[in-house]
């Protein structure tokens, strides 16, 4: 926990004290609490931020990663598809599920999901990372590297 995730908790607090029902501020001090690891208070807002306006994509997606942290992948599931009905071509969304499936198990599914995202964004590090990560899961190391992305010409 660094100063600046205690301090952006603090910053959401505030605004909170004066609009308590403001939907973007809940969602991002959700956030904020998931990166403290705080993740039971994280689904409390998250839940009340979608009580407000119960189709925001992206509260529904933090929602769904912050279920994968607590190993409630059923649950993280469902909000992974709702956030997919919202906006199907969302790659950011696509990776989240595949991540959700892999660490469920279910690496084949994920595999295809990832696919999906790597169609929309094409070299995006964050998916060939968890198509690496989801490989090792199987065991496939080899495959693993396979998709770690190539270093950018100057990169150190």
Known sequence: ITWVETEALADFNRPLELRPDYPATLNNRGVALGKLARNE????????????????????????????????????LKDDNCALELQPDASDTLMNHGITLANFGRCDEAFSVYCRSLELRRDDPDTLYNVAGAHSKTGQCRESLQWLPRPIAGDP
């Open 41 to 76: 208070e994280a689904l409390i807002d998250f839940n009340r931020s979608l009580y407000l306006p119960p189709d925001d994509r992206d509260t529904v997606m933090n929602r769904g990663n912050t279920l994968d942290q607590l190993v409630r992948y059923v649950e993280a």
